[in-house]
């Protein structure tokens, strides 16, 4: 399984994450914010904050996305 090297928090409510095989996703959030889950990122200051432990992307202790549901979200 790929571990997360980074993410970088873009516009609009997209993610560039980038893969420890070299290879990147940009995962789009911005359909997700009315949800109960991530509605806490629609705060843009927030939503930047994102940071990754090669597991998960992380917003503080608040909300985290694992790499396997990195590539499910990817995919819709």
Same mark, same amino acid.
């Given at each position: =399984?790929?571990?997360?090297?980074?993410?970088?928090?873009?516009?609009?409510?997209?993610?560039?994450?980038?893969?420890?095989?070299?290879?990147?996703?940009?995962?789009?959030?911005?359909?997700?914010?009315?949800?109960?889950?991530?509605? =806490?990122?629609?705060?843009?200051?927030?939503?930047?904050?994102?940071?990754?432990?090669?597991?998960?992307?992380?917003?503080?202790?608040?909300?985290?996305?694992?790499?396997?549901?990195?590539?499910?979200?990817?995919?819709?």
């Amino acid at each position: =399984m790929s571990r997360i090297k980074s993410v970088v928090p873009k516009g609009d409510y997209r993610l560039e994450v980038l893969l420890d095989n070299g290879s990147s996703v940009i995962l789009n959030l911005e359909s997700r914010l009315q949800t109960l889950r991530f509605g =806490m990122l629609s705060d843009k200051e927030f939503f930047k904050t994102a940071t990754t432990d090669g597991i998960c992307i992380r917003w503080g202790d608040l909300i985290e996305i694992s790499v396997t549901e990195v590539f499910q979200l990817a995919q819709k």
